[in-house]
């Protein structure tokens, strides 16, 4: 009888009718009681008001995590977690919502072991390859609206550590080796996750370029060339993207440790750059209180080793100032109210999985990099092909994925292990469900389509040779925690496509990669498709490129050098002995204690990546910006306005018939007193342009991208003199060129 009246339909619109009622009695006393919820005000008055009630204990509460196994103590407080990476209580008194963090650099962590699901977008590197900011946006939008499904309100992603050294193991995680590309891409990213009211996070600040010994390794650099490079991507993140949070890094940058490092915090990320929320560590980085808090240091994660009652004694000691205490929690609160994370709290729903699989899709077609298609070999004619061999490790049932503190959890579990067994666990590949084979049988009905795994040579050219054309899925698994030991494919899969190739010169191989990879076989073979980590939906989008359905558009947002000996530093420089002392249960306390340093020096300062190779003459297997498409594009008609900021105007035409989208790509070279590498990145436009169309693209470059930075004045100069101003579609193809003379 009761359950009837239950589930009455009266019963529930008076359900209803309560609940509105309560909860607009709520917000109208949490007005009355809590002024700073009135949304006319700024976040920062906002801020200001809350900060002024709060007790010293509750300050505390804001400035640090509850915990995480393995890393810190865990608080009791830690039942309340979502079961994200970090979790920070509210205060109900004050109407604080509490912060549930989760990492989410390609997609939200830690779904399968929530019991939940999440989508695999393409990796954050195949993002930036797509030059595409409002793709960017996408990206960073569906990642914001599975962590506020999932519960969350703020992510850690944002990964822009440049690609200084690409055999670094999360070089797919970042965005290139670009620092004006990876700052506005990902600048894009956070304001598309910020859109939907969840915390944003930039990382790892900075100059982590490498895994081996993060914890313990010092960086050098010169100062003008830190700000140029890889602070520079921040600089443009920052300021463009505005992110709640700045996630300071492990290693240590000219002699301190990044989280206690106040060149790094407050001079440059604070003052120059006039960052206004809040700067945590990255898990296990803090390393002090009083120091840390004086440097910058605005939150301790995971646990409270310094921040906690450390130093609220140290605040009652008067050994932290006052102020500089309430400025750490003042952050943290201006941030939650810059983002609505007070206004708007996550509501916890089912996640659209379709259309989270179409937007992963149509970002991964825009992602994916033609390199090289030999006579038209693509796209492939479904109708003229009557056979097609697919080989390659696991490309009959999924494609690589990305590992660390990125992983996104695969539906059913990793696919190459029985259904359901396949957790994810530290250090081990995963693949995800998306089946090379599937895809590819699907686009072509009517033909035989047979695989080879690879693992027999000959097997492999067998079925390849009895084939109209041959398709080879190599890969390259990368994770946080290592880095490659080259940039070479492993598992004998260069032998394996050379056979292929031997067997079949219709050979097309799609790499799965996070970085760059070396080709010894690149002239064996008929096309090259860099497809990244592929993410849910990889397997339908390489088959759309493939089959022509989608035209390609991407380019290269790093270098794919010929060799590892061409590289800056041949060999990465590890910690000269095992810095951690072996065994103990608790490394975490050795960490936090401070590891012996050992030097990394970047004497190539400023030359990363294109810069390198240009400035040293090094040939290379695929130049930066570089990408192919099934059309064909010229460039004309150059015109260079000088001005504060030159305007690049020239023409591109589609000279062939197909519809397509080309990244035309602006560079330009400084006054010679600047004293820089031959040429920069200054701006880029992605034009969308139907067979035989021809489009005036208008490039604006920002005065900083073509400035110095003076560390005597502190701040961008720009020279006086001659710049050369140059477009085309790749950083060693740029047809037009004009020089101006700039006051
Ligand atoms: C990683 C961060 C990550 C954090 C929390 C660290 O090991 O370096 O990128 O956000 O863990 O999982």
Known sequence: ????????????????????????????????????????????????????????????????????????????????????????????????????????????????????????????????????????????????????????????????????????????????????????????????????????????????????????????????AARESDLLAFEIGVTEGEPAGVMCSYNRVHGDYACENKWLLTDVLKKDWNFKNFVLT?????????????????HEEPGWIFYGDTLKKEVEAGKVPQAEFDDHVRRILRAMFATGVFDNPPERSVVDVVGGLEVARKIEEQSA????????????DASKIHSIAVIGPHADVGMISGGGSAQVDPPGGNAIMPPGKGQTRWLEPVWFPTSPLKSIREKAPSAKVVFASGSDLNAAADVAKAADVAIVFAYQWESEDMDLPSLSLPEHQDEIIAKVAAANPRTIVVVETGTAVTMPWVDQVGGILEAWYAGSAGSDAVANLLFGEVNPSAKLPMTFPKSDADLPHPTIVKAPKRSLVEGGAEPWKQIAAGLPAFQVNYDEGVKVGYKWYDAEKKPVLFPFGYGLSYTTYSYSNLKVVAGKTPRVTFTVTNTGNRAGAEIAEVYAALPAAANEPPKR????????????????????????????????????????????????PSSQDLPLKETVSLK
């Open 1 to 224: 009888m009761l359950f009837s009246i239950i589930q009455s339909k009266s019963f529930r619109a008076a359900q209803m009718f309560l609940g509105v009622a309560l909860t607009l009695s709520f917000a109208q006393t949490a007005a009355q009681t809590h002024p700073w919820m009135n949304t006319k005000l700024s976040p920062d008055e906002r801020a200001a008001m809350v900060l002024k009630e709060m007790t010293i204990d509750e300050k505390i509460t804001l400035l640090h995590g509850t915990g995480m196994a393995g890393l810190s103590p865990l608080s009791p407080e830690i039942v309340h977690s979502n079961g994200g990476a970090g979790y920070v209580p509210g205060i109900p008194r004050l109407g604080i919502p509490p912060i549930q963090m989760s990492d989410a650099a390609y997609g939200v962590r830690m779904s399968g072991e929530n019991g939940r699901y999440s989508t695999a977008l393409t990796s954050c590197v195949g993002a930036a390859a797509s030059w595409d900011l409002d793709a960017g946006f996408e990206y960073g939008a569906l990642i914001g609206r599975e962590l506020r499904a999932q519960g969350y309100n703020m992510t850690l992603g944002g990964g822009v550590n440049l690609t200084r050294e690409p055999r670094n193991g999360r070089t797919f995680e970042y965005m290139g080796e670009d620092p004006v590309l990876a700052g506005k891409m990902v600048a894009s990213v956070i304001k598309g996750t910020q859109a939907q009211h969840v915390l944003g996070d930039i990382k790892h600040y900075a100059l982590n370029d490498q895994e081996s010994g993060r914890n313990a390794l010092n960086v050098n650099i010169d100062t003008r």
């Open 282 to 298: 990255d898990w296990g980085g803090a390393h002090s209180s009083a120091k840390a808090s004086a440097a910058g240091l605005d």
């Open 369 to 380: 990099v033609l390199l090289k298609n030999d006579h038209g070999i693509l796209p492939l």
């Open 681 to 728: 990145l200054v701006g880029w436009s992605k034009v969308k342009l139907n067979g035989g169309e021809s489009k005036d693209v208008t490039v604006e470059v920002d005065a900083k991208y073509i400035s110095i930075f003076n560390t005597d004045q502190n701040g961008w100069q720009l020279l006086p003199g001659e710049y050369t101003f140059m477009a085309g």
